[in-house]
């Protein structure tokens, strides 16, 4: 049991060391230069930790992971925006809610997949909308906003692609064990939380860009990260269970 918990908390400081290096000095910003989107996937860590560890560890790993890597940040590079609590409680949610999805005890196990066919449905069918009606996504997005029209057009149909990947991966896994689709779950429901909601309103209070204007091209890079975390998260997990964390 000691050992089992030396390695959970060996466990839990690589996690947050990991989180640091993806979220601070991994993550691509778009368009350059601009704080509208970040692509990353500095919160992988802290829905592992969430899973595995559980939710009240999860939730100061996230506190750690998001203050610590401020100051990393400004002593590396010697500058760094204002450090504003609104993204702790991003970070905050993404050490929590895996957790609790993951470990929620419900009689009927098939409700997380029938919610991921109505979700990534929905989700493809908005890409679908926005590949046809890109020239009202670009106007509304503004032209002092440096992009490529091309590279939008390259994004979506990336995620597009991987959003129809996990949709097939949730049919062809309807009859099985429920914990791959409690994973897709909640990383959709964390990026439509946090990507589309809190982000742009944190974005808007501190730099002053309108919500609006910010989430055409949120929605547009959500799908691709959606892809990545669930297929990551979904092995990494499984692997953790299987051999890492186990009781000898």
């Known amino acids: 049991m000691k050992q089992l918990r030396l390695r959970k908390t060996i466990l839990a400081a690589l996690l947050v060391a990991i989180g640091i290096v993806l979220s601070q000095f991994l993550s691509v910003t778009y ?14 860590p802290l829905i592992i930790i969430s899973i595995i560890l ?19 940040y400004m002593l590396v590079f010697g500058s760094s925006g204002p450090f504003f609590p609104g993204f702790t409680i991003n970070a905050v949610l993404f050490g929590v809610i895996p957790g609790l999805v993951y470990n929620l005890i419900l009689k009927e196990k098939k409700i997380f997949n029938v919610i991921n066919f109505v979700l990534l449905l929905s989700l493809i069918g908005l890409g679908i909308y926005a590949l046809i009606d890109m020239p009202a996504i670009i106007s509304t997005i503004g032209t002092d906003v440096d992009f490529q029209v091309w590279f939008l057009y390259m994004l ?21 064990d429920d914990k791959s689709h409690r994973i897709i779950f909640s990383v959709i ?42 297929i990551l998260l979904i092995r990494i997990i499984t692997a953790l269970n299987t051999y890492m964390l186990r009781e000898e």
């Open 54 to 72: 559980g939710p009240r560890i999860g939730a100061a790993s996230a506190v750690i992971q998001d203050v610590l890597g401020y100051f990393v």
């Open 156 to 176: 979506l149909i990336i995620g597009e692609a991987g959003l129809i990947s996990i949709f097939i991966f949730v049919f062809t896994k309807r009859k099985e």
């Open 189 to 230: 429901i964390m990026q439509i939380i946090t990507a589309l909601i809190l982000t742009p309103l944190w974005v808007s209070v501190l730099y002053g860009i309108p919500f609006w204007a910010q989430l055409p091209l949120r929605i547009i890079k959500t799908p691709i990260e959606i892809f990545i975390y669930s």
């Open 31 to 44: 368009p350059p230069n601009n704080a509208i989107i970040r692509f990353g996937i500095g919160y992988i």
